[in-house]
């Protein structure tokens, strides 16, 4: 089994930041995937933040220049730093993985955190 353990929610004021963290853990081979999502109330989970195939990022047009995503490979880990944070970006932050779980199975599977809830408000 594999977690996925997110933190660094919070509130935080218009224009103010937070770096969101998410590791992963367990029966873990490789992980090809590690990604952002959000969800706001009444509204369909999106993609925030990932890594291509080939190891570049990719951005929500709605958080290009302002969000950085990163990852430490060794920890199983990726971040997400948020800055010039505005109301529109409240919302519950996913972390998502794709993990390879058996070295003698190219089977991957599809992990989810729990979320962390992201408010901006004045």
């Known amino acids: 089994q594999v977690q996925l353990v997110e933190s660094g929610g919070g509130l935080v004021q218009p224009g103010g930041s937070l770096r969101l963290s998410c590791a992963a853990s367990?029966?873990?081979?490789?992980?090809?995937?590690m990604d952002w999502y959000r969800q706001a109330p009444g509204k369909q989970r999106e993609l925030v933040a990932g890594?291509?195939?080939?190891?570049?990022?990719n951005y929500a047009d709605s958080v290009k220049g302002r969000f950085t995503i990163s990852r430490d490979n060794a920890k199983n880990t990726v971040y997400l730093q948020m800055n010039s944070l505005k109301p529109e970006d409240t919302a519950v932050y996913y972390c998502?993985?794709?993990?390879?779980?058996?070295?003698?199975?190219?089977?991957?599977?599809?992990?989810w955190g729990q979320g962390t809830q992201v408010t901006v408000s004045s």
């Open positions: 998502y993985a794709k993990v390879r779980i058996r070295a003698y199975s190219t089977a991957e599977y599809d992990y």
């Open positions: 367990g029966s873990i081979f490789s992980i090809n995937a």
């Open positions: 890594f291509t195939s080939g190891g570049t990022t």
